[in-house]
Antibody, heavy 117, light 110 residues
Framework: QVQLVQSGAEVKKPGASVKVSCKTS????????ISWVRQAPGQGLEWVGW????????DYARNLRGRVTMTTDTSTGTAYMELTNLRSDDTAMYYC??????????WGQGTLVTVSS | QSVLTQPPSVSGAPGQRVTISCTGS?????????VHWYQHLPGTVPKLLIY???NRPSGVPGRFSGYKSGTSASLAITGLQAEDEADYYC??????????FGGGTKLTVL
């Protein structure tokens, strides 16, 4: 069965960086893109960006370009999302999701990133 | 301010039919991009409910259906059940913004 398992919760200070991992299994990693979606406390879902493990292409949300980097390791089936220069409004649950065609069919369990001084 | 507009809340009694609207524009839904729906139950991970406008993933009951026309889409839930109480999000693609979500609709089962 398809599974996406994310790394654990992180607490960071403003201005720091965070890197979240997403280990996939149960499907051929290069056959589907991976997107990242976040949800701030009490807010709705927000798309963060997308990476293609096959084409090594990325697409990032306009408001995060310059601060977010998404990569993949095809040897381990793992995707990574790094967010730099963290601000308090980056505090959110971050989900990695399998993105076969601009929609999200399998979700990771979520990684809570808290930005606080 | 979300690119796709959903009502903040809807409600219905058990057994009733409710619909949740999702209004976009000519740069997203109206441009022909598919609409997808997610159900987010409290304390759980969001779940794909409808993909490609009107397709249900395996395991999703037939009580859930999707519809798209012009620059809008809607999710219909028939035979409302207590366990349907959740937040519902529509999602599509936008020519300028890539993937976009609606602001979410809280469904309350009375």
């Amino acid at each position: 069965q398809v599974q996406l398992v994310q790394s654990g919760a992180e607490v960071k200070k403003p201005g720091a960086s965070v890197k979240v991992s997403c280990k996939t299994s149960g499907y051929v990693f290069t056959t589907s893109g991976i997107s990242w979606v976040r949800q701030a406390p009490g807010q709705g879902l927000e798309w963060v960006g997308w990476v293609s493990p096959y084409y090594h292409r990325t697409d990032y949300a306009r408001n995060l370009r310059g601060r977010v980097t998404m990569t993949t390791d095809t040897s381990t089936g793992t995707a990574y999302m790094e967010l730099t220069n963290l601000r308090s409004d980056d505090t959110a649950m971050y989900y990695c999701v399998r993105d076969p065609n601009r929609h999200f069919d399998y979700w990771g369990q979520g990684t809570l990133v808290t930005v606080s001084s | 301010q979300s690119v796709l507009t959903q009502p903040p809340s809807v409600s219905g009694a058990p057994g009733q039919r409710v619909t949740i609207s999702c209004t976009g524009s000519t740069s997203n839904i109206g441009a022909g991009f598919d609409v997808h729906w997610y159900q987010h139950l409290p304390g759980t991970v969001p779940k794909l409910l409808i993909y490609g406008n009107n397709n249900r993933p395996s395991g999703v009951p037939g009580r859930f259906s999707g519809y798209k026309s012009g620059t809008s889409a809607s999710l219909a839930i028939t035979g409302l059940q207590a366990e349907d109480e959740a937040d519902y999000y529509c999602q599509s693609y936008d020519n300028s913004l890539s993937i976009v979500f609606g602001g979410g609709t809280k469904l309350t089962v009375l």
